[in-house]
C-alpha cells in the first residue's frame, strides 16, 4: 500500500492593497507601532492584519524582535512587488477617475482616403470642439484592412467603401460617395456621354501614392479587365493631385466631394457610369464591442446627425 501524500497547503492570495501599506510602512519605520500610527491603526489591529497576511501568503515575512522587525527573505520579496503592485494601482485609479470625470480618451478611426481626405475632416472638427475630453487617433488604410483592423480590435471605427466584406461587423449606411473622372480642358474624351473607367484607362493616369485606399481600389478594378494604369506621377494629397490634372498631365479618378470643392475651370468633371463608381457608399463600421464603448457611440451619432 503506497503512502498518503502530503496534503498540499492551500494558500490564499487575495491580499488586500491596504496591508501592503500597512507591510510597507512597518519595515520602512523599524516597528509595528510605528507602522501603526503612520496608516492610522492601533497597534493590535496593525498586529492581527499582519498576521493574516503571513496566513494568507503562507510564510512569516518579518522578525519581530524587542528592538523591532525585520523583513524575512520572503518579506523583502513581497515588499518589492508590493511596491510595484501599489505603483500600478495608484496609476490605474488616477487614469479610471480621468474618464469618469469625462476629461480624456482616445479614439482609434481608420478610413479610406475617401472618408479620411473629404468626409471626416468639417465633422470630425465639430464632434472634438463639442467633446474636448475626447482625442481621436486617425489612420489611412484601404478599406478592407479597416475592416481587418477592426476585427482584431485594433480600432475602435471604421469608415470604409461599401465593396468590402463587412460579415460580422456593425455598419451604418454613412453618406453616398461616388467616383468621378478628371480630366484636363479641351481633352476630347471629355465630349462622351458615357465614360467608363476602361476608356480612361487608355490614357495616362495622375493618381495617389500606390499604398492609398483609392490607388488600390482602382488597381484592383482596372485588374478585373486585364489592364493596368499608367501613372506618369503619384502625389501625396488631391490638392496636388488636381492640380496635375489641371496642368494637363493625366486623367485621375477621384470621389465626387473632392471634385466638388478642388476642381477649376481647368478641367472637366464627368461621372463615370461603372456601377462600382456610381453606386458606392461609404460605411460606418463598428464590433460588438466597440459599439458599445460610449465614445464611439457618441462619435458614431455625431457623424450620422451631419
Partial sequence: MSPTPPKSRSTDYRVDPFDLHLLLAVLERGSITAGADWVSLSLAAASARLRALEARVGMPLLLR???????????????????????????????????GAGLRGTLRVLGNTAALAEALPPRLGLFLREHPELDVDLQELPSDAVLEALRRDAADLGLVADHVDTLGLVCRRWRADPLVALLPRGWSLARRRQLGFAALLDQPFVGLGRDSGLSRFLLAQAAR????????????????????????????????????????????????????????????CTTAASDARPATQALVQALLAT
Wanted: glycine share 8%; charged share 20%.
Fill in 65 to 99: 524582535s524587542k528592538a523591532g522587525v525585520q523583513a524575512t527573505d520572503a518579506g523583502l520579496a513581497l515588499t518589492r512587488l508590493a511596491r510595484r503592485v501599489l505603483a500600478e494601482l495608484d496609476g490605474l485609479h488616477l487614469e479610471m477617475a480621468a474618464f
Fill in 225 to 284: 479587365g486585364g489592364r493596368v494604369p499608367r501613372h506618369r506621377v503619384r502625389l501625396g494629397s488631391l490638392e496636388a493631385l488636381v492640380q496635375m490634372v489641371a496642368a494637363g498631365v493625366g486623367v485621375a479618378v477621384v470621389p465626387h466631394s473632392a471634385a466638388q470643392r478642388l476642381a477649376s475651370q481647368a478641367l472637366h468633371v464627368r461621372p463615370l457610369s461603372d456601377a462600382w463608381a456610381r453606386q458606392r457608399w461609404l460605411l460606418l
